[in-house]
């Protein structure tokens, strides 16, 4: 069963950059992409980017400039950065995998909570 | 890319059926069979119930079903139940490669 796991300050400041990290167990990462989906309090899901395994990636044109993924399948991890924050970034993080093919997110990670205050 | 349209709401009673519709355009609902449905629960990630407009993943009940129409796809579930009561969402894939959700509808089981 394929689970993952996002890990990562729950707390960052404004003006300064979101990382976190997704790890993936119980499956391979090979022929799947990787993606990033949020959603702030009370509001819907919000698609961030995605990283297929190749390392290729595509992003939310409305977050491209501030966005960019890694993947690292030696550690079955991927991960976001997500610069110049501002307090209308916070939100459930969700890491998820997405079939080549179908194009869709099948696996999900449980959340992490991203508040942007100082 | 502006997100996905759904109804904010729709309700119903145990055993009913519904429908909960998501508005697209030809450069991603109506322009490829990539449409998928999530339910969320409060506090719980979203669970895929349905991929490629009309497919359930295995464990997924038959109660929940699938289509689309031009640019609008639906879900269907039928009989509904206590535990159906959540936030629904859809999901595609779309012609500039990015994926696009929907703002959500709740569901009511009354």
């Known amino acids: 069963q394929v689970q993952l796991q996002e890990s990562g300050p729950g707390l960052v400041k404004p003006s300064e950059t979101l990382s976190l990290t997704c790890t993936v167990s119980?499956?391979?990462?090979?022929?799947?992409?990787w993606g990033w989906i949020r959603q702030p309090p009370g509001k819907g899901l919000e698609w961030i980017g995605c990283i297929y395994y190749s390392g290729s990636t595509d992003y939310n044109p409305s977050l491209k400039s501030r966005v960019a993924t890694s993947l690292d399948m030696s550690r079955n991890q991927f991960s976001l950065r997500l610069n110049s924050v501002t307090a209308a970034d916070t939100a459930v993080y969700y890491c998820a995998r997405a079939t080549w093919g179908d194009y869709v997110f099948d696996y999900w990670g449980q959340g992490t909570l991203v508040t942007v205050s100082s | 890319q502006s997100a996905l349209t759904q109804p904010a709401s729709v309700s119903g009673s145990p055993g009913q059926s519904i429908t909960i519709s998501c508005t697209g355009t030809s450069s991603d609902v109506g322009g490829y069979n990539y449409v998928s449905w999530y339910q969320q629960h409060p506090g719980k990630a979203p669970k895929l119930l349905i991929y490629?407009?009309?497919n359930r993943p295995s464990g997924v009940s038959s109660r929940f079903s699938g289509s689309k129409s031009g640019n609008t796809a639906s879900l269907t579930i039928s009989g509904l139940q206590a535990e159906d009561d959540a936030d629904y969402y859809c999901?595609?894939?779309?012609?500039?490669?990015?994926?696009?959700f929907g703002g959500g509808t709740k569901l009511a089981v009354l």
């Open positions: 999901g595609s894939y779309t012609s500039i490669s990015t994926w696009l």
């Open positions: 119980g499956g391979s990462m090979r022929t799947y992409y």
């Open positions: 490629g407009v009309s």
